[in-house]
């Protein structure tokens, strides 16, 4: 990887650790009918199963979640370039898209699109020191962005179109003339959305260009040697994993909360986002999802647990403190067992499964 | 002048807080290489722990006492639990490791001692002083004073005691100091230790000011510009990188802050530290390692 | 001390790379002395010396890697004080390091396609959406790689992590991923370290046909003296970063200084 850190004096150093395991085969790059299944799944029975509470909070959101994860995923997991901005660059996303439906007039997907090209650009601009910088040294250009445009966004009251509270929100939510304000209208967008970006960020990272991230991730040295263009590709990756944590944070202020503020998009949703990753698996595309369900799911199994342990006498400030240490524990847990995330342990053990018979 | 001398020192002052921050980071990527995000959730912890120890009415001493031991217990643990199964991992993989661990110290800090604001008096009057016609925060000189002397007593340890010339030599190079019989597990329990105390003095002169609070933690973000200023290794580019973060966010508010709407100190300090690297790469007092293939 | 070379191609032929007067040091330390000496086109040329004698560095300064002090490198009529390591990429130069530089978390047929980087022409958007263009320059690179795995003998590895494959196969997984750009000039630092006889003999082998039924010349360390008389066209003795040796391969082999230097200390 990149990190040419001054001195590091790691253990290490040098002596790269042998492997003697079993070689590793990367899982093909069919699913077979899996994945037909689940998107019937997902357009055609969750929708009906699922009530107004399971599709407007709990899906609705994970899959804004997912989405976020994939761009982070892109930047840090395929290219390898560290980034505690993604709350910043959802902002943008966010506030981009207010502006061009509020200022500009235009109907919500156009407005939607153009803000997630308005992110990439801001997202490259902020990619454009990595040349220099690498490493740890690299995160401060994306704090540098996380700070600015919370400052940004909540300095200039044009940007919430003059608002007393500094909250941004849509009157109506319209698709092409239909309204889409319910539970399963802001599903279908969000679902949708969700699966092309998806289906582009799999054509990306099967192609030269997720190829070349990857290498420059691995290796950056090797990579400028035999040709890749190292720091193009960096921005590249940049402005990319922008314009998705641009369309996420418009899907998250809009189609999730219905108003939010610069502090929907503060530090905290940056960790979030980069632990998804990290719990999900760097470098899996399905990883963002498992990830992203994973930390939307297991507050709601917190709160059940301790209702049922403790009858409704915790105190809610009490769970939450338990819940991010759960969380603290789970990410180190992960990094020592399973740096590859959920998404390897899926994988492993449904390998196992399959040999079930002959060998567990 | 006046203005711009007392925006100017009050910056000096207020920077050497954040190179008590700067100077715990410093001591644990020298010992091992990881860059610790968990040292704003430690100090978190230890001021919050010690001044709920002082409201449970111990003495200042005994209660300083105890967070201490808790602090040393904490960093033989953290050793044990986190450091010691990820040794020889990759610099990124420790370092979100740390993040995980600011999440459980701040999660167990709040969850035991509560999220309220704590008061902490450590008797210092924050009465401003003249000096010749400059007006200056007497706590922030105290509390300087403090960081300097800090400083100080880490470097002569450093320098003359069979530890600090271990930790040195592991910084160095870390095999060759494994050749000669140096535990490199007792170095970083010390290390993570001295960290946290440190992290209890900035914690407690921080938190005198403020209140000690959630928001305590996220100095550590502030410490990132100051690091990369000042270099990774070096506490004297520690202290160097906390002055020039805090007199420059000082005066980028002072004089400009005014024509781009105010509050421009969170996000200044990262664009000056953007600004450094594309002038020293490694710091001002940093080493780079060349980069062999 | 040297002795004339005696290259492969014609005296009249300029060389396809001509090193004059190359110095660096690190931090003050001299890892090559002003260092002068010719690779013809199509031959195989072997950079030998003992340990630190600065062969390593001098194909870092040859793809840009390394900046030189003093000197200047020329390729293909082109002169250069100083290049980066894409330009000489582009330019045609390709190489292999001493610890294998393989991107170890991607599958071997991704390490070899990352080597036609610069042959792509697709952009973002007809790769993002997997327009016609992208995939038919898609298919075409894979059958190119695929054509050097089958050369290399590397199919049956073609979709393993290439960090977990043994050392021999990496090192020939890394020597496809050079030779799939079909560069003009190839550096290889140690292709045999670490081998056992077979895999030696099969290793050099491939450097052979490389040279002979491809065309390519190539540049190559190897401490290995047999192997090295045996293979090359051409020998080039380092010693603390000075040459102290230059010619055919028998020449160098008698030569009394390089004996005292390099040979005598070996056998």
Same mark, same amino acid.
């Given at each position: 990887m990149? $990190?040419?850190?001054?001195?590091?004096?790691l253990v290490s150093r040098g002596v790269a650790p042998v492997t003697r395991l079993a070689p590793v085969a990367l899982p093909g790059p069919r699913l077979g009918l899996g994945l037909p299944a689940l998107l019937l799944l997902a357009f055609g029975v969750v929708p009906q199963l699922g009530g107004e509470y399971w599709l407007g909070a709990i899906l609705v959101p994970f899959l804004i979640l997912s989405l976020a994860g994939l761009g982070l995923n892109l930047l840090t997991g395929y290219a390898g370039q560290t980034s505690l901005g993604s709350g910043g660059f959802m902002a943008v996303g966010a506030f981009a898209t207010f502006g061009f439906v509020v200022h500009g007039g235009l109907p919500l997907p156009l407005a939607i699109f153009l803000a997630g090209l308005v992110t990439a650009g801001a997202g490259l601009v902020f990619g454009l020191p990595s040349d220099r910088i690498k490493g740890f040294y690299l995160m401060v250009s994306s704090l540098a962005a996380q700070f600015f445009f919370e400052w940004l966004f909540q300095k200039f009251p044009w940007f919430y179109n003059y608002g007393s509270s500094g909250t941004i929100t849509l009157p109506r939510l319209e698709l092409f003339g239909f309204d889409i304000g319910s539970a399963q209208g802001r599903y279908y967008v969000t679902l949708s959305t969700v699966v092309l970006l998806t289906w582009i960020a799999v054509s990306l990272t099967r192609s030269q260009i997720g190829r070349n991230w990857m290498a420059v991730r691995d290796m950056d040295t090797a990579a400028a040697v035999i040709g890749i263009p190292v720091y193009r590709s960096k921005v590249v990756a940049f402005a990319v994993s922008s314009f998705y944590l641009g369309i996420a944070g418009a899907l998250w202020a809009f189609l999730y909360l219905g108003s939010a503020s610069v502090q929907s998009f503060g530090i905290s949703r940056s960790f979030q986002v980069l632990f998804i990753i990290i719990i999900g698996g760097m470098g899996s595309i399905a990883g963002n999802f498992i990830g992203a369900a994973f930390i939307s799911l297991l507050p709601l199994a917190i709160d059940h647990i301790a209702q049922g342990f403790f009858a409704g006498h915790v105190d809610a400030g009490l769970l939450q403190n338990i819940q991010k240490a759960i969380f603290g524990l789970l990410i180190i847990g992960f990094l +020592?067992?399973?740096p590859d995330g959920l998404a390897r342990l899926l994988r492993t053990l449904g390998e196992r499964l399959s040999n079930w018979p002959l060998r567990f | 002048m006046n203005l711009f001398l007392e925006t100017l020192i009050g910056g000096l002052l207020a920077g050497t807080m954040y190179s008590l921050v700067a100077i715990g980071f410093v001591l644990i990527y020298k010992a091992s290489g990881v860059f610790n995000f968990a040292q704003g959730s430690i100090l978190l912890f230890a001021a919050l722990t010690f001044v709920t120890l002082l409201e449970k009415g111990l003495p200042f001493v005994a209660a300083l006492a105890v967070t201490i031991a808790i602090l040393i217990l904490g960093a033989i643990v953290i050793e044990r639990t986190v450091l010691r199964p990820l040794a020889n991992r990759s610099p990124m993989t420790l370092f979100m490791a740390t993040l995980g661990l600011s999440y459980v110290v701040e999660g167990a800090a $709040?969850? +035991?001692?509560?999220? $309220?604001v704590h008061a902490l008096d450590l008797g210092i009057e924050d009465v401003p002083i003249f000096l010749g016609d400059v007006l200056i925060s007497q706590f922030d000189l105290v509390a300087a004073t403090t960081a300097v002397a800090l400083a100080l007593i880490l470097a002569l340890l450093f320098n003359n005691t069979r530890i600090g010339i271990s930790l040195r030599a592991v910084a160095d190079d870390t095999r060759a100091a494994l050749s000669v019989g140096i535990n490199l597990n007792r170095i970083w329990q010390i290390v993570w230790a001295v960290a946290g105390i440190v992290g209890l003095v900035a914690g407690m002169l921080w938190g005198a000011r403020q209140g000690i $609070?959630?928001?305590l933690s996220l100095v550590v973000l502030k410490a990132l510009p100051v690091l990369i200023i000042g270099g990774f290794t070096s506490i004297g580019g520690a202290i160097a990188g906390g002055l020039i973060v805090g007199a420059a966010e000082n005066l980028a508010e002072t004089y400009v802050g005014p024509y781009i709407g105010g509050g421009i100190t969170p996000w200044f300090p990262y664009f000056l530290a953007i600004a450094f690297l594309y002038i020293r790469p490694a710091g001002l007092f940093g080493e780079r390692a060349l980069e062999r293939v | 001390m040297s002795i004339p070379a005696t290259h492969a191609a014609s005296p009249s032929a300029p060389p396809l790379l001509d090193v004059r007067g190359v110095s660096l040091s690190f931090k003050g330390v001299k890892a090559i002395s002003d260092l002068s000496f010719s690779v013809a086109r199509g031959e195989i040329c072997a950079l030998i010396g003992p340990n630190g004698a600065g062969k390593s560095s001098l194909l870092n300064v040859l793809n840009g890697v390394y900046v030189a002090d003093a000197g200047e490198v020329v390729f293909q009529g082109e002169h250069f004080r100083q290049i980066e390591p894409i330009d000489a990429a582009r330019r045609g130069i390709a190489r292999t390091f001493q610890n294998n530089a393989l991107f170890r978390k991607m599958s071997t047929l991704d390490n070899v396609l990352t080597? /036609?980087?610069? &042959?792509?022409r697709s952009g973002l958007l007809s790769q993002a959406l997997r327009l016609p263009g992208a995939r038919r320059e898609e298919a075409r690179l894979r059958e190119k790689a695929e054509a050097i795995l089958d050369f290399l003998d590397l199919q049956a590895y073609r979709d393993f992590t290439v960090g977990s494959l043994a050392y021999g196969i990496q090192k020939r997984i890394e020597l496809a991923r050079a030779l799939?750009?079909?560069?003009? /000039?190839?550096?290889l630092d140690e292709p045999l370290a670490g081998m056992n006889a077979r895999e030696k003999a099969e290793m050099s082998a491939f450097v052979r046909d +490389?040279?002979?039924?491809?065309?390519?010349?190539?540049v190559l360390?190897? &401490?290995?003296?047999? +192997?090295?008389l045996s293979l090359s066209d051409h020998v080039v003795v380092l010693d603390y970063g000075r040459k102290i040796g230059d010619g055919a391969p028998d020449a160098v082999k008698s030569d009394a200084a390089v004996i005292s230097a390099y040979l005598g200390a070996v056998h």
């Open positions: 990149s $990190q040419t850190l001054s001195n590091p004096p +020592i067992k399973e | $709040q969850g +035991i001692m509560g999220a $309220q $609070q959630f928001s | 080597g /036609l980087a610069r &042959h792509t799939v750009s079909s560069p003009t /000039l190839l550096l +490389i040279n002979r039924d491809l065309g390519i010349t190539v360390i190897e &401490h290995d003296v047999g +192997i090295v």
